[in-house]
């Protein structure tokens, strides 16, 4: 799927166990295994790999992506924003959550190493009903000349409490 800035991308994602994934499609099992560490942070990361833990357990997400730095005042509506490192080397990532069929969600993007910027919030429920909750989700792909070395917590909600330094590593799940 080739995206222009901002597309929503189809369909919705469903998340769940709290998490779901941008990857390289050259990964074949793009699972993380998920430490204390790594969920304080929001996050677990391996190369070509980033599990993103969700701001719900389990549901529906609109994905937008853009193929660009996100303008900085921007990310302040969002409830949670983080910024990893991600290398790209099949020219292709996934979206996906653990449950999803494997490349049910694709971007085209230049091979080479990016700053992936995941921000998210959740929508309000339509009916007052938890049920209708639903996130949305939007990440910018920045392609950049050096690798990007550390993640960065850009926006924090209550349900961070990340170490320091953020754990850079994670083991296959």
């Not at 942070?41 to 190369?47: C, D, L, P, S, V």
Request: proline share 6%; with cysteine.
């Amino acid at each position: 799927m080739n995206v222009s800035s901002g597309d929503y991308i189809s369909p919705d994602l469903y998340f769940s166990y709290s998490q779901f994934m941008v990857f390289d499609a050259s990964v074949k099992l793009p699972g993380c295994d998920w430490t204390d560490a790594h969920i304080s942070q929001g996050f677990a990361r391996r190369h070509g790999v980033v599990a993103v833990s969700t701001l719900l357990e389990f549901g529906t997400a609109r994905v937008a992506v853009t193929l660009a730095a996100p303008d900085p005042h921007s990310l302040q509506a969002y409830t949670r924003v983080i910024a990893v490192p991600l290398a790209v080397t099949s020219g292709t990532l996934s979206i996906q959550g653990p449950e999803e069929d494997a490349g049910t969600r694709q971007v085209r993007v230049a091979k080479g190493h990016y700053r992936a910027t995941i921000a998210q919030v959740v929508r309000d429920a339509e009916h007052g009903d938890d049920e209708d909750e639903k996130e949305d989700i939007r990440i910018w792909f920045e392609k950049v000349d050096v690798p990007v070395m550390r993640s960065r917590l850009l926006v924090m909600d209550d349900g961070l409490d990340p170490p320091t330094p953020l754990v850079e590593t994670a083991d296959i799940a």
